[in-house]
């Protein structure tokens, strides 16, 4: 099935850096796209989505684009807050069909005044 | 819309007791997702409904763990006997199809002890 590799936390920035969050995917086909953020004692909720190839998700000031050359779907913000803090998960379905994604490891962001 | 709603929000039993984790979805939602985060494995989806049908069950550890969807608006997970390995946190979330994101609820932690 497919999978998906994002990178490993915890990121520090100050407010108003502008951040990264790697994440690469193995799939067959062009399956959608999905980035996840869960903010403390809270469930996770959808952020961004692409759902072909070259598409470009934001929502909130934060970007993606669905990249099949180099199968990558990084997270970009240009000034981070301090309310962004949170864990983001990178995510994509199984395989075909859209039922059961699979989600990366998460990445914790930690932003500071 | 008042969301996914999960109850308990905390649950703390001893080993070997009976744990019932309760879920009610986002009204018209047929699909239905139990998923357990711990830190070492990430999120992992346990079993999924479709119009209160159990799809794939595939991810449920063991005979121990048991879910239920009785009607549109309610869905149980139950382990029996609870073990110190169970302890995570467990969510439910819903979506409206097949391409729709997942709206999740926010979550039982369980310890057992």
């Known amino acids: 099935g497919n999978s998906v590799t994002q990178m490993e936390g915890p990121v520090t920035l100050s407010e108003e850096a502008f951040l990264t969050i790697n994440c690469t995917y193995t799939?067959?086909?062009?399956?959608?796209l999905f980035w996840y953020v869960q903010y403390p004692g809270e469930g996770l909720q959808l952020l961004l989505k692409?759902?072909?190839?070259?598409d470009k998700g934001s929502n909130k000031g934060f970007e993606a684009t669905y990249r099949k050359e180099t199968t990558s779907f990084h997270l970009e913000k240009g000034s981070v807050q301090v309310s962004d803090s949170a864990v983001y998960f990178c995510?994509?379905?199984?395989?075909?069909?859209?039922?059961?994604?699979?989600f990366g490891t998460g990445t914790r962001l930690l932003v500071s005044p | 819309d008042a969301g996914v709603i999960q109850s308990p929000r905390h649950e703390v039993t001893e080993m070997g007791q009976e744990v019932t984790l309760r879920c009610k979805p986002i009204?018209?939602?047929?699909?239905l997702f139990w998923y357990r985060q711990t830190m070492m494995r990430g999120l992992e989806l346990l079993i999924y409904?479709?119009?209160?049908?159990?799809?794939?069950d595939s991810g449920m550890p063991e005979d121990r763990f048991s879910a239920k969807m009785p009607n549109a608006s309610f869905s149980t997970l139950k382990i029996q006997p609870s073990e110190p390995r169970d302890s995570a946190v467990y969510f439910c979330?819903?979506?409206?199809?097949?391409?729709?994101?997942?709206?999740f609820g926010n979550g039982t932690r369980l310890t057992v002890t």
């Open positions: 979330a819903s979506s409206s199809g097949p391409n729709s994101p997942l709206h």
């Open positions: 799939a067959t086909g062009y399956p959608s």
């Open positions: 692409a759902t072909k190839a070259d």
């Open positions: 995510a994509l379905p199984l395989n075909t069909g859209f039922q059961k994604l699979v």
């Open positions: 009204s018209g939602h047929d699909y």
């Open positions: 409904f479709n119009n209160n049908v159990p799809i794939d």
